[in-house]
């Protein structure tokens, strides 16, 4: 069963739907660490994290794939920049309420009864 809808990732051309389900983001978060993806920051991307995200994504889309495919595939010159900007699109759509902090509850207004005089 889906928790998300489906997102949509384009690969060579093609555009390849995959299914964000808590075994995906089981999977993503085993072999490569949800917080360790969310944490990154611009200035200091790490180029191995983002190339297992994609494999793993195109792999659950079902195509026939491997990391050195995924890894040819951006091109000869694989820029950082254009690899942390796939990131930033990319996991907002896996875990769209994450942002690195707890959320707080908000506390419910108490209704002051009227005075009596």
Same mark, same amino acid.
Request: no cysteine.
């Given at each position: 069963m889906?928790?998300?809808?489906?997102? !949509?990732?384009?690969?060579?051309?093609?555009?390849?739907?995959?299914?964000?389900?808590?075994?995906?983001?089981?999977?993503?978060?085993?072999?490569?660490?949800?917080?360790?993806?969310?944490?990154?920051?611009?200035?200091?991307?790490k +180029?191995?994290?983002? +190339? !297992?995200?994609?494999? +793993?994504?195109?792999?659950?889309?079902?195509?026939?794939?491997?990391?050195?495919?995924?890894?040819d595939?951006?091109?000869? !010159?694989?820029?950082?920049?254009?690899?942390?900007?796939?990131?930033?699109?990319?996991?907002?759509? +896996?875990?769209?309420?994450?942002?690195?902090?707890?959320?707080?509850?908000?506390?419910?207004?108490?209704?002051? !009864?009227?005075?009596?005089?």
């Amino acid at each position: 069963m889906a928790i998300r809808k489906p997102i !949509k990732i384009s690969w060579e051309g093609v555009e390849q739907k995959i299914v964000v389900n808590m075994l995906l983001i089981e999977r993503i978060d085993n072999e490569v660490g949800i917080l360790k993806l969310l944490r990154m920051k611009p200035e200091d991307p790490k +180029i191995f994290p983002i +190339i !297992k995200l994609l494999y +793993i994504l195109l792999d659950e889309s079902g195509l026939d794939i491997s990391l050195d495919d995924v890894y040819d595939g951006l091109g000869d !010159k694989v820029e950082l920049s254009a690899l942390f900007s796939v990131l930033t699109e990319i996991t907002p759509m +896996i875990m769209p309420n994450f942002n690195g902090v707890a959320k707080k509850k908000p506390t419910p207004k108490k209704r002051r !009864k009227p005075s009596k005089k």
